[in-house]
């Protein structure tokens, strides 16, 4: 491996360190408790539009994003 790989390597890790990627799967009201609390905090980075789990069932998925420090 050269230094340049070796350096692009270690800057990828560094930068996935910084952020939690998490599927959320739950009913519309404690999905958008949680999000309001990650707002809050200031960690959300990213959250996608809900996604209705299909069939009966009434929870919805959604993808957040959070920063870690």
Do not use: C, K
Not at 21 to 29: G, K, T
Not at 33 to 52: D, E, H, I
């Amino acid at each position: 491996m050269t230094t340049r790989e070796r350096t692009y390597a270690r800057a990828n890790q560094q930068r996935a360190a910084q952020f939690i990627e998490l599927w959320i799967v739950a009913q519309p009201h404690e999905i958008a408790a949680m999000v309001q609390v990650a707002s809050a905090s200031g960690r959300l980075v990213f959250v996608s539009p809900p996604t209705p789990m299909g069939g009966d069932d009434t929870r919805h998925r959604r993808y957040l994003r959070l920063r870690t420090t």
